[in-house]
Structure formats: structure tokens, C-alpha cells
């Protein structure tokens, strides 16, 4: 899926109010630890979603994947809370770039997120998926995951 179908679809599920199903929400509580959890609860609902579906679809992809990949792949937009951008600040910001404060955090997310999960004290394996210095396969499996 190109960046920009990928990005339409994200704007047009961002507009459900829907949270994640508590059996969705266990899933995410056995994954984290205490502080992650603490991390992604910072999230709005149709980011919370969208963590929940990207993690789902790599668990297909690669079923084995450790605790801490697959924690790696719930908080991966984690640095986006941050900005405290709407969903449609955010589409303006992608177009436009970072121009204004808020907007250039918002494109830092990913080096956000790695801090904000340092502090956390997240394993290193948790924030090799963010930096994407994880496994290779590890890293095309998250990809695929988040793009479609």
C-alpha cells in the first residue's frame, strides 16, 4: 500500500470514538511491562487502536517474535503523544513538514518514543523497533505490519 493510501486510512479510522476491546487491552497489559503500560495509555483511542491492529498483523507475520518486539511494536508511535497534534494537525504536518514547533515534534516522533522508553526502562530489544536496529526480519515483519 503506497504512504498516502496508507495515510487516508489512518485519517479516516482516526474519526471512530471505538477504544480497543478489553480482550485487545489484556493483550497489551501481558505484553507491557508497568511502565510501558503507563507509556501507552498516553494515547488517544484511534492511536490506541492503531497500536493494537499493527501488533496483531505482526504476530502474524512473525509469531514468534519475542515479549519485547512485540512491546516494541505496540509503542512504536509513542513519541506522537508529544506533539499533541489532532489527527488532522498531523496530516497538515506530514504535508507540510515540520514549519512550527509542535509539527517538527511530531516528526521526531521516533527519536522521541526512544527516549521516552529509555526513561521508561524499556529493554533495548523494545527500542532496536523503533530505531530499527532490530533483527532484519524482526524489522520487515514490523514494517509490513504498520503499512497496510
Known sequence: MSYIAHLAKRFVSSWSRKDVSEDELNMVRSTLTASEFILWNQFGNADRRHSVE????????????SREHRAGVLLHDIGKVQSNLSTLMRVIATVVGPRTKRFALYHQHEEIGITML?????????IAVLNQTCDAEVAAAFRSADNI
Open 54 to 65: 499493527v501488533a496483531q498483523r505482526f504476530a502474524v507475520f512473525l509469531p514468534e517474535a
Open 118 to 126: 529509555r526513561h521508561a526502562g524499556s529493554h533495548a530489544d523494545v
